[in-house]
């Protein structure tokens, strides 16, 4: 097989056991991803793997030589898609790993899916035409050439400021402006997330003024989310543990100050902007680093200082690895001959 030609439409399939579906908002990141992609022309499907035996279904049926005439190239999410991936033979493969399948959480009870798919990931990136992870310290801890840094891209057409008011209006929150709202949005019962750490700084200050309270925002529609980001005052991320947290992103493109652990890239998405903070993974530091937050802009330059992270630049990206790794496959099938 060789590349496709301009005048063909280059055919993707992804992997993955995390896709928004019925009830679940869970990958729904990767669903913007793709929305990205395919608005630069690629036809994608996405093969969502459910069920107790999904990765064995998903292996019999990426092995199937048939694929390889439907498409170009098979794209695995997390190391045991990117294991489902491996098994068609015929057309080159890619693997983006997510964070847990490469770094280990030092709060967290490690689990033996966790231990196995850190286990593999090393030996998948070595065996892949091409890795993609968020952030460099991914790409040192796979230890393979093949590996290249590729944020996630926001959407800026979908996370758009508007005004506090409206936004606390539709919520049913307080107008009041002397009202601060911190959110937390992130699964309460995650301890990697530390809702725990929100919930007491933001006890702490309530002792200097009651008027702030915690807001959670979870498993709720994007939608939604990016109304409560435009009603709140502040985001707290008290994470363990992030690759490069999608949620800080898109807080900044709405100008929602950001107080987060140093995790992932927070420290260079949120590094040049006046109202963010880096913190300790405390209550008492994380209430110090909050008071500072709201006392200071009640909004951020957050979007434009994020302006390089957009959905389509970052798609574009994927879709040039796609077509070197094509590339490569094609001057690698002609010395073999086929």
Same mark, same amino acid.
């Given at each position: 097989?060789?590349?496709?030609?301009?005048?063909?439409?280059?055919?993707?399939?992804?992997?993955?056991?995390?896709?928004? /579906? +019925?009830?679940?908002?869970?990958?729904?990141?990767?669903?913007? @991803?793709?929305?990205?992609?395919?608005?630069?022309?690629?036809?994608?499907?996405?093969?969502?793997?459910?069920?107790?035996?999904?990765?064995?279904?998903?292996?019999?049926?990426?092995? /199937?030589?048939?694929?390889? #005439?439907?498409?170009?190239?098979?794209?695995?999410?997390?190391?045991?898609?990117?294991?489902?991936?491996?098994?068609?033979?015929?057309?080159?493969?890619?693997?983006?790993?997510?964070? /847990?399948?490469?770094?280990?959480?030092?709060?967290?009870?490690?689990?033996?899916?966790?231990?196995?798919?850190?286990?593999?990931?090393?030996?998948?990136?070595?065996?892949? /035409?091409?890795?993609?992870?968020?952030?460099?310290?991914?790409?040192?801890?796979?230890?393979?050439?093949?590996?290249? $840094?590729?944020?996630?891209?926001?959407?800026?057409?979908?996370?758009?400021?508007?005004?506090?008011? @409206?936004?606390?209006?539709?919520?049913?929150?307080?107008?009041?402006?002397?009202?601060?709202?911190?959110?937390?949005?992130?699964?309460?019962?995650?301890?990697?997330?530390?809702?725990?750490? +929100?919930?007491?700084?933001?006890? %702490?200050?309530?002792?200097?003024?009651?008027?702030?309270?915690?807001?959670?925002?979870?498993?709720?529609?994007?939608?939604?989310?990016?109304?409560?980001?435009?009603?709140?005052? $502040?985001?707290?991320?008290?994470?363990?543990?992030?690759?490069?947290?999608?949620?800080?992103? @898109?807080?900044? +493109?709405?100008?929602?100050?950001?107080? +987060?652990?140093?995790?992932?890239?927070?420290?260079?998405?949120?590094?040049?902007?006046?109202?963010?903070?880096?913190?300790?993974?405390?209550?008492?530091?994380?209430?110090?680093?909050?008071? %500072?937050?709201?006392?200071?802009?009640?909004?951020?330059?957050?979007?434009?200082?994020?302006?390089?992270? #957009?959905?389509?630049?970052?798609?574009?990206?994927?879709?040039?690895?796609?077509?070197?790794?094509?590339?490569?496959?094609?001057?690698?099938?002609?010395?073999?001959? @086929?």
């Amino acid at each position: 097989m060789s590349t496709a030609s301009p005048q063909r439409q280059l055919r993707v399939l992804i992997v993955t056991a995390a896709y928004p /579906s +019925a009830g679940s908002h869970r990958g729904a990141f990767l669903e913007r @991803e793709v929305e990205g992609i395919r608005q630069l022309g690629v036809h994608i499907d996405v093969a969502h793997l459910q069920g107790r035996a999904k990765y064995v279904r998903g292996l019999l049926t990426t092995a /199937s030589p048939a694929l390889a #005439s439907r498409y170009d190239i098979v794209h695995g999410h997390y190391s045991f898609c990117g294991a489902v991936a491996l098994a068609q033979l015929r057309l080159p493969k890619i693997i983006t790993f997510w964070g /847990s399948d490469v770094q280990r959480d030092p709060i967290t009870p490690d689990s033996r899916a966790n231990r196995v798919s850190r286990a593999i990931s090393p030996w998948l990136a070595r065996h892949a /035409s091409a890795c993609i992870v968020p952030i460099q310290r991914m790409a040192d801890q796979l230890h393979s050439p093949n590996v290249e $840094v590729v944020p996630q891209g926001i959407d800026f057409a979908f996370f758009t400021t508007i005004p506090q008011a @409206e936004a606390r209006r539709q919520l049913g929150l307080s107008p009041d402006p002397d009202q601060r709202y911190v959110l937390f949005c992130a699964n309460p019962a995650q301890t990697l997330k530390g809702y725990a750490i +929100a919930e007491g700084a933001v006890n %702490l200050m309530r002792h200097y003024d009651p008027r702030i309270s915690l807001v959670v925002a979870n498993g709720l529609p994007h939608e939604t989310v990016v109304t409560y980001m435009n009603a709140c005052d $502040v985001l707290a991320v008290p994470s363990s543990m992030e690759s490069g947290p999608y949620v800080v992103k @898109e807080a900044m +493109a709405v100008n929602l100050p950001v107080v +987060a652990t140093d995790v992932g890239d927070v420290r260079l998405i949120t590094g040049q902007t006046t109202g963010c903070y880096i913190a300790e993974r405390t209550a008492e530091d994380f209430a110090t680093k909050l008071w %500072l937050s709201l006392h200071g802009p009640r909004r951020t330059t957050g979007r434009s200082d994020i302006a390089h992270l #957009s959905r389509e630049r970052l798609a574009q990206r994927i879709v040039a690895i796609y077509e070197r790794v094509l590339r490569q496959h094609g001057r690698r099938r002609n010395k073999r001959g @086929e």
